[in-house]
């Protein structure tokens, strides 16, 4: 599936050439798909391998990053994440850099897998709590360490905005857009966020984040790694059960303030999903669909 008009195709024969050609003692090993995300494709490599390759120029920046950050920072957290083993180069097969880790195993998170929702949302705000304690090792918010989701919502503005409107279009009959508007011109109204900036994940959504034995067990696809401000760190909780949702709110010990521009970072995700792959992923947009429902239904009982 085809997400990017600038996207990088990749099959079978092309992972084999670079196995071949920059990892022989791994060449001859299974392959097989391991799942495909917005930003890369995944085949995992014998028993305990994983390769991950970006779609697109863009998000191979996002790789990279991995590459360096992820090292680093593993040491500093008390759960798993992906641990990079070689960082591979482009070829004429295959232009962008790639990667191979080891895998984790783990299920995804979904009510088969999941035995206790309240005890998920308070393990989720432990992973949240830990990443965000970790010294930023004298970084700043600048280059590839800068992402919008760790700003101020005023910034996006404008773009969200627009992709309301086509939400307005397209899932209107289905979604309260208008009540997801007025959510969000309120949480512009507050006052900016300031504070001390921390690492961010970015991208916590149940997709990256994996069980074993009914509990949250590991964090994956670190690409949205950044510094900034916290508050949408806390937007994917609306992915998630009202019993974990609440949960988390009383580990976190958020205020409402928090809340409100948690809340707008959610909508502001939910629906540039929708605008951007509308027509191209809508397995995709059906996620993002359920987490404006959700914020929708919460909000309602607020």
């Excluded at 007025?182 to 997709?207: C, I, M, N, Q, S």
């Excluded at 949702?245 to 409402?256: Q, S």
């Amino acid at each position: 599936m085809t997400l990017h008009q600038d996207e990088v195709p990749v099959d079978r024969v092309i992972i084999r050439s670079l196995l071949e050609e920059q990892c022989p003692q791994w060449a001859r090993l299974p392959l097989s798909p391991a799942g495909a995300g917005t930003d890369n494709i995944m085949y995992r490599l014998g028993g305990d391998l994983l390769v991950r390759l970006p779609r697109t120029a863009d998000k191979a920046r996002s790789l990279r990053k991995e590459q360096e950050w992820l090292p680093r920072l593993a040491p500093l957290l008390a759960f798993p994440v992906p641990e990079p083993l070689h960082a591979g180069t482009a070829t004429a097969a295959f232009p962008l850099p790639w990667s191979v880790y080891r895998w984790i195993e783990g299920d995804e998170v979904q009510p088969g897998t999941v035995q206790d929702w309240a005890a998920f949302g308070a393990d989720l705000a432990a992973v949240v709590q830990d990443l965000h304690a970790v010294e930023l090792m004298g970084e700043t918010r600048t280059g590839k360490l800068s992402w919008y989701r760790g700003g101020n919502l005023r910034a996006c503005d404008e773009w969200i905005s627009r992709c309301l409107a086509d939400c307005r279009t397209t899932v209107g009959a289905e979604i309260d857009v208008e009540g997801l508007e007025r959510l969000w011109r309120a949480a512009l109204a507050l006052p900016e966020r300031t504070g001390p900036e921390v690492w961010l994940h970015g991208d916590l959504r149940p997709a990256n984040l994996l069980v074993q034995g009914g509990r949250l067990h590991a964090v994956i696809d670190f690409g949205g790694l950044s510094i900034g401000l916290p508050d949408a760190e806390h937007a994917t909780v609306w992915d998630l059960p009202p019993q974990a949702r609440r949960a988390y709110w009383d580990a976190m010990d958020l205020d409402d303030v928090t809340w409100s521009r948690a809340r707008a970072w959610a909508i502001a995700v939910g629906a540039s999903g929708i605008s951007y792959y509308w027509h191209t992923y809508p397995a995709f947009v059906a996620e993002c669909q359920t987490r404006l429902q959700a914020i929708i239904t919460d909000a309602a009982t607020r």
